[in-house]
């Protein structure tokens, strides 16, 4: 008998990492979540937060990652200082990373600061440096990306979190807490991966 296709929205508290397992004994997946057969659509860095995906289905997690597709992925970015309107036209006409690498075209706008929960570790808070909070979609998915990004033009991050993946959103959700996919958002995930539904 076949396995029903599982989705899973979770919200990856900052300080864990985005598998299930880790030799060094660091905080995983594990420990938040005890569903079988799940695994993570890509992945947040440890000290990174918010939206993560986790499915059953390899061919959507493929669609979802390959370069190909491009899917878009929102964060909320907190960086210091205040970016002008030429480091905002750089990041969005894409920057040169680590390795050599140009960006591809985001969406970047500076926003207000959104309600979050505290961090468990506080950002540094400096009192002669402002900071500000920016709404940056990328469709690709470099090592460290958006925190490269935000460094190459003079603002490193402070605090990030992604907060949508595709039709996706974070909202419900709190640190720690996750909730499988309603079917709308299930439908949505397959229309914008262009996937026949399994069972369907």
Same mark, same amino acid.
């Given at each position: 008998?076949?396995?029903?296709? *599982? ?16 030799? %060094? ?13 799940? $695994? ?8 990174? &937060? ?24 929102? $964060? ?12 905002? *036209?750089?990041?969005? &006409?894409? !920057? ?10 985001? *969406? ?20 002669? !440096? ?15 990306? !958006?925190?490269?990004?935000?460094? =190459? ?5 402070? #605090? ?8 996706? #959103?974070?909202?419900?959700? %709190? ?11 299930? %439908? =949505?995930?397959? *229309? ?9």
């Amino acid at each position: 008998m076949r396995k029903p296709i *599982r989705h899973l929205l979770f919200w990856k508290p900052y300080g864990v990492l985005s598998q299930f397992t880790d030799p %060094a004994g660091r905080p995983t997946l594990k420990r938040y979540i005890d569903v079988p057969d799940v $695994y993570p659509v890509g992945r947040l860095d440890m000290d990174s &937060e918010g939206l993560l995906l986790l499915t059953s289905d390899g061919r959507l997690k493929y669609r979802l990652l390959h370069p190909r597709y491009g899917h878009w992925r929102t $964060y909320w970015v907190q960086v210091e200082r205040i970016p002008d309107d030429e480091a905002l *036209r750089r990041l969005a &006409e894409g !920057v040169v990373i680590a390795g050599g690498y140009r960006t591809r075209p985001a *969406r970047v706008r500076r926003i207000e600061p959104p309600t979050l929960p505290p961090r468990p570790v506080p950002i540094r808070y400096r009192k002669t !440096v402002p900071t500000c909070w920016l709404e940056i979609s990328i469709r690709e998915g470099k090592n460290r990306q !958006v925190r490269r990004m935000t460094a =190459a033009v003079g603002h490193p991050t402070l #605090r990030l979190v992604r907060v949508a993946l595709g039709p996706l #959103r974070l909202d419900g959700l %709190a640190p720690g807490q996750w909730r499988p996919l309603t079917p709308d958002e299930e %439908a =949505a995930l397959y *229309r914008l991966c262009r996937l026949r539904k399994p069972g369907r």
